[in-house]
Structures are given as structure tokens and as C-alpha cells.
């Protein structure tokens, strides 16, 4: 894993040997140890990496979801799907501007669930929608709540983090969560060939709306997290506990 490596490349000098406890697989599996306590004591990044987990589960496949509507049930060619992504790419664009303002505005909580809510109405309406520009649309609309809550959930671990344990929190949080999404991606895709895209669409779309009704009942609701020197107290006299 890069984040844990470069620490001790630096701290070990050019060639030195390494330091122990930190070669081997019992090295990566301590690395990987000391960045999931950090994520499960603190009190913000451990129910956003539970729903964040929950949320990959059901958006990975999304993407296959919407080539087979538009290809199969509403029988359109690949260049459709073509001018369908790239006007999902201006979800993108407009988030990768908005995420700063938002957040500044409301904080991290109402943003990151927001997103995921935008994520839910997308999802869902994506698998009803028989119009191509709606589609269109509310691909556009998915992908700026991806990236907005993208770009939420990472600046949020980079500011609590303290910095030298910033690559091996950032590791198992990517483990973490990711590990989820093969497997969603597989499951919906199984079950939108039994049941339809529609149907299939409108339950992840419910559950996106699920898991924001769970983040109101944690911590998340309220954060208004903005990088201020009283955040990211707490977080570093916990991690001079995790400290190897």
C-alpha cells in the first residue's frame, strides 16, 4: 500500500533496512489494523464508512443498469449510450465546482447526505424514465452527487487525519469500502435480468433514500465540519494511541 510505505521509506533513509514489524504480510496487515481503529473511533468517519459501504454496494453496477435500459428495453444503439455518459459528465463539471461552496455553506453532513439522496432520486428515475434527454438528465444528475459526495467524504478524512497516519486510514477505508462493489455490481445486475431494470432501479433508489435516513440518526446530521483547529484535535490524540 503506498500510504504505508512512503512513511517508512522516509523515516528508514536510502536503502536501510526496514523497520520491524513493518515488512511482510504481518506489516500490511498492522498497517491496514491501525487505519480501520482510527476509522472506527472516530466519530464521523466510522458511520460514513459503514453507509459509504452500503452506498457502493448499490451505485457500482448503476452504470450497468442504464447501458442495459437504454440498449435492451428501450432499444436504442451504442451511440445513444455514447451522448447519454457524456452528458453525465456534466454532473461531474458542475460538482467538481459546487463541492467548495456547498460545503462551506452547509457543512459536511447536509452535503454528503444530500448527495447520496440526488444519487437515490437518480438511480430510481433513471430506471422509469422511457425519455432519452430525461435520462440524460438524471445521469448528470447522478454523477454530480457522486462527485459531490466524492469530494465531501475525502476532504473530511484528509482534515481529521493526522498526517502520519493519512496513508493507512486512507488504505483500509478504500479497502473497506470498495470491497462492497463487485459485489453489488453483480447483484443487481443478476437480479435486473429477473425482475427488469425498473424494478431493480427503484429499490436502489429506495435504499439510497434508506441510508440517508441512517445517517440522520448519527453524528453525520449535524456535521458542520470545515476544517477548523478544534476538529482536528480529538482526532490526533486518538491516533497517538494508534501509533505503532
Known amino acids: 500500500m503506498p500510504g504505508g510505505g512512503a512513511p517508512r521509506a522516509g523515516r528508514g533513509g536510502g536503502g536501510g533496512p526496514p523497520e520491524p514489524g513493518h515488512s511482510g504480510p504481518a506489516g500490511l496487515r498492522e498497517v491496514f489494523v491501525v487505519g480501520f481503529r482510527f476509522l472506527w473511533t472516530h466519530p464521523l468517519l466510522r458511520p460514513l464508512t459503514v453507509l459509504l459501504t452500503l452506498l457502493t454496494f448499490v451505485t457500482m453496477g448503476a452504470t450497468d443498469l ?8 428501450l432499444g436504442q444503439d451504442a451511440a445513444v449510450v455514447g451522448y447519454v455518459i457524456a452528458a453525465s459528465g456534466l454532473g461531474v463539471v458542475g460538482a467538481a ?10 457543512g459536511f453532513g447536509p452535503c454528503w447526505l444530500g448527495s447520496v439522496a440526488l444519487i437515490g432520486v437518480a438511480v430510481a428515475g433513471t430506471g422509469v424514465s422511457r425519455s432519452l434527454p430525461a435520462t440524460a438528465v ?3 444528475v447522478f454523477m454530480f452527487g457522486m462527485t459531490l459526495g466524492g469530494v465531501c467524504s475525502m ?4 482534515e481529521v487525519t493526522p498526517d502520519r497516519l493519512l496513508g493507512r486510514v486512507t488504505s483500509a477505508f478504500w479497502t473497506v469500502h470498495n470491497a462492497a462493489g463487485p459485489v453489488g455490481a453483480a447483484a443487481l445486475t443478476v437480479l435486473a435480468d429477473q425482475h ?3 424494478a ?11 441510508i440517508v435516513a441512517s445517517g440522520l440518526l448519527t453524528p453525520l ?14 482526532p490526533r ?8
Open 66 to 73: 442504464l447501458v442495459y435500459r437504454i440498449r435492451h428495453e
Open 97 to 106: 465546482f459546487a463541492a467548495g461552496p456547498l460545503r462551506r455553506s452547509f
Open 138 to 140: 438524471l445521469a448528470a
Open 155 to 158: 476532504t473530511l478524512r484528509q
Open 196 to 198: 427488469g431494470v425498473p
Open 200 to 210: 431493480v432501479s427503484v429499490a436502489a433508489g429506495v435504499f439510497c433514500l434508506l
Open 221 to 234: 446530521r449535524g456535521s458542520r465540519i470545515t476544517g477548523a483547529p478544534s476538529v482536528r484535535s480529538a
Open 237 to 244: 490524540a486518538e491516533g497517538a494511541e494508534l501509533r505503532p
